[in-house]
Nanobody
Framework: QVQLVESGGGLVQAGGSLRLSCAAS????????MGWFRQAPGKEREFVAA????????YYADSVKGRFTISGDNAKNTVYLQMNSLKPEDTAVYYC???????????????WGQGTQVTVSS
């Protein structure tokens, strides 16, 4: 099975940046769609970004377009989420996920990491 481990979360000031990492099993990016989601307490899990290896396509939620960038390093079996111009409303637990379908729907993803907390202060 695919194992995913997120890291890089923390506390940052509004306007600052963070880079989240998701270490995955070998060859994961050659066989799966990779996605990032986030969930704040009491709220539904929401889509952030996704990457499809087959064509290099990426897709972002409107709320993060122009600020967040998803990328991958196959040599390190790691997917990244570069987050710039962070806002307090970005505060949430961020999860990476892997699945077989390029989609924004959480339940379509099969494998999930444990999550990493991102807190943006004003």
């Amino acid at each position: 099975q695919v194992q995913l481990v997120e890291s890089g979360g923390g506390l940052v000031q509004a306007g600052g940046s963070l880079r989240l990492s998701c270490a995955a099993s070998a060859r994961t990016f050659r066989n799966y769609v990779m996605g990032w989601f986030r969930q704040a307490p009491g709220k539904e899990r929401e889509f952030v970004a996704a990457d499809r290896w087959s064509n290099g396509g990426t897709y972002y939620a409107d709320s993060v377009k122009g600020r967040f960038t998803i990328s991958g390093d196959n040599a390190k079996n790691t997917v990244y989420l570069q987050m710039n111009s962070l806002k307090p409303e970005d505060t949430a637990v961020y999860y990476c996920a892997a699945g077989d379908v390029f989609t924004t729907t959480p339940h379509e993803y099969v494998y999930w990491g444990q999550g990493t907390q991102v807190t943006v202060s004003s």
